[in-house]
């Protein structure tokens, strides 16, 4: 490794709910976190918790051999990307958390190999507040020695980590997993407003459910939420949303249908439109209430 580089010093781009939550785990595990998030109340909130402010992703890039991408799409990837690009070195490695489309993964991958550096597309399953107790799963794709040069950092997000297989591929399956516990959180949403209208008593039945073979974890997580209309965000409905359009657009480029997803893009959708994109996801039950 160059000496240029401070193998103490993690580079972090965007700090939104998961970003905030890499930094609390990052300095738990003793790294020095310099970060950059074009939101200045952002970047005002991640230095309050102890990380450095870069001027902007180029410096991060300069001083980093490891960065950490936690941004919303595909396009904001992109663009920090061309920001970045001048001021990446060879060996670096760029951890991108983002949940983005996977042929940009495979792109953005054969882009930094061109300049010496290496792209992982390192998708996580689970919400902020999941990560943050080191819960989260993470599902890396990419080169396998540069999976194995972030030991360390897998290891300070203090979850589970699995190296899936070539670049795109961690991308993939959080479309895959995303699907899955999207539609588990809306048939739980369903199946409380279902008790509501029969006039079951909510805990009750969240804990009736969480005992039988319709269990899911996610109960455990926005169950209450749910029941008790808490819903600050800890993974907000309208990136889900966006997760949904992605699922979608790659079962249709395969010439495949999903019903159940496109039911739910609907749903969220409605949510949306109400005003709710910001709140939760578990918020997905106030539309179900509402049509009930």
């Known amino acids: 490794m160059s000496d240029s580089f401070s193998p ?7 700090v939104g709910l998961i970003g905030t939550a890499l930094i609390e785990r990052l300095q738990t595990a003793g790294f020095r976190v310099l970060m950059w998030d074009r939101d200045a109340a952002r970047r005002t909130g991640a230095a309050a918790l102890g990380a ?6 180029a410096a991060v890039a300069a001083q980093c ?22 001021a990446l070195r060879a ?5 991108d958390t983002s949940t983005g489309e996977p042929a ?40 396998a020695e540069a999976f194995a040069r ?18 795109g591929t961690g991308a993939q399956l959080k479309l895959v997993t995303n699907l899955v516990l999207g539609l588990n959180r809306a048939a739980l949403a ?10 079951l008593d909510p805990a009750l039945t969240l804990r009736v459910l969480q005992a039988s073979a319709a269990y899911s974890r996610i109960m455990d997580t926005k169950g209450p939420k749910m029941i008790g209309g808490d819903f600050a965000p800890v993974a907000r409905l ?11 657009q790659a079962a249709g480029e395969g010439n495949v249908a999903l019903p159940l997803s496109e039911a739910h893009r609907q749903i969220l959708e409605q949510a949306e439109a109400a005003g709710w994109g910001d709140l939760d996801n578990s918020a997905i039950i106030k539309v179900l209430q509402k049509s009930s």
Request: charged share 20%; net charge negative.
């Open 91 to 95: 060996k670096t490695i760029v951890v």
């Open 104 to 143: 940009d993964a495979v792109r953005f991958s054969k882009s930094l190999g061109q300049r010496g550096a290496t792209y992982l597309d390192a998708t996580i399953s689970g919400s902020s507040e999941q990560l943050r107790r080191g819960e989260a799963l993470c599902m890396v794709g990419g080169d």
């Open 52 to 57: 450095e402010v870069a001027a902007n992703a």
């Open 190 to 199: 369903e199946g409380l407003v279902l008790a509501e209208v029969m006039r």
């Open 238 to 248: 309208s990136q889900h949303l966006k997760d949904v359009r992605l699922m979608l």
């Open 65 to 86: 051999r490891r960065v950490i991408l936690s941004l919303p799409d595909s396009n904001i990837v992109s663009s920090v990307m061309s920001e970045m690009e001048n």
């Open 150 to 167: 972030c030991a360390d950092v897998w290891n300070a997000l203090g979850s589970q980590t699995m190296h899936v297989g070539a670049s």
């Open 8 to 14: 103490e010093t993690i580079g972090l781009i965007g």
